[in-house]
Nanobody
C-alpha cells in the first residue's frame, strides 16, 4: 500500500518562506515521479511542480518559477517543496502525489494535504 504524508504547512507572512515535506512509505521512491498540487478554497486543484524519477528533471507552473524549488531524497523517501517569497495567492492545501513520470499517466497515490496560509 502506497502511502504519502505531507507536512510543513503553516501560517506565514507575505514574502516569507517555508518548506513542505512529503514522506513516502511502503515503496521505493526511486521509481516514481512526485508532484506537488494545491487547492485553494473555491478553486480547482492545480499542479504546482513535479520532479522525475529518472533524471531528476523538475517542472513548475509559471507562478512558481523562481520562487519554489522541488527536490527529492530517495534514500530518505522524502520530497520537498521549498517555497520562497510567498504571497496570499499561494494560500491552499498542498498535496503530494506519485506517478511513473511527470509528463503523463495517472496519479497513483495522494497524501492527505497540508494547509499553507499566507497572511499578515
Amino acid at each position: 500500500q502506497v502511502q504519502l504524508r505531507e507536512s510543513g504547512g503553516e501560517l506565514v507572512q507575505p514574502g516569507g518562506s517555508l518548506r513542505l515535506s512529503c514522506a513516502a512509505s511502503a515503496f521505493a521512491l526511486d521509481y516514481y515521479a512526485i508532484g506537488w498540487f494545491r487547492q485553494a478554497p473555491g478553486k480547482e486543484r492545480e499542479g504546482v511542480s513535479c520532479i522525475s524519477s529518472s533524471d531528476g528533471s523538475m517542472y513548475y507552473i509559471d507562478s512558481a518559477k523562481g520562487r519554489f524549488t522541488i527536490s527529492r531524497d530517495n534514500r530518505k523517501k522524502m520530497v520537498y517543496l521549498q517555497m520562497n517569497t510567498v504571497n496570499p495567492e499561494d494560500t491552499a492545501v498542498y498535496y503530494c502525489a506519485t506517478r511513473l513520470t511527470c509528463r503523463s499517466g495517472d496519479w497513483l497515490s495522494w497524501g492527505q494535504g497540508t494547509q499553507v496560509t499566507v497572511s499578515s
